[in-house]
């Protein structure tokens, strides 16, 4: 039997899942030079079609500051454009372009959609179980208060604190 204690194991699996996270980002950059949240923002415009920011915004769960600093750095790649919409000028709209269609061909998988097949396999009470002792670990962490995307793909940097709404923000852009 292992007598390792159980804080040991639980830390051990809680850096685990840091350098699952931080290893897939870096294949993600790898593979297409985007970011997770870049992927992301370009699969919602591929999803949803022509969408505003606002939309976006909902759809990926981040901030519209965070969406809109994305989208100008996906459109200075011209990997999307921005257009009015033709039923009311006012509008604006995010659209993707052939060459962000072509560099979204060779985004990997990402991590947290892996993750959500096999937590849908699992049964209700484990789910439960789950979420219960993960919400648990971030009292005891004093990290329920951050704010935080439901995505398992971007870490802080490991010199940058992320204590606040705008650092969390900026890291994703």
């Known amino acids: 039997m292992n007598n390792t204690p159980y804080w040991q194991e639980i830390l051990i699996s809680l850096r685990r899942i840091i350098r699952a996270t931080d290893l897939q980002s870096k294949r993600v950059v790898k593979a297409c030079s985007l970011t997770i ?20 915004s909902d759809e990926v769960s981040l901030s519209q500051a965070t969406v809109t600093t994305i989208l100008n750095r996906l459109e200075d790649r011209k990997l999307v454009e921005r257009v009015r919409s033709t039923s009311d000028r006012r509008i604006v709209n995010a659209r993707l372009t052939p060459e962000g269609d072509t560099v979204l061909e060779s985004a990997p998988p990402l991590l947290h959609e892996a993750f959500l097949d096999r937590l849908d396999n699992l049964e209700n009470w484990e789910q439960t179980q789950i979420l219960s002792s993960l919400q648990h670990i971030a009292s005891m962490m004093n990290a329920e208060g951050l704010d935080a995307a439901p995505l398992l793909d971007i870490a802080a940097p490991s010199n940058q604190p992320c204590n606040t709404k705008e650092k969390q923000n900026e890291i994703l852009k």
Request: net charge positive.
């Open 37 to 56: 949240p870049q992927v992301m923002v370009l699969r919602s415009i591929k999803t949803l079609g022509d969408v505003t920011v606002k939309r976006l």
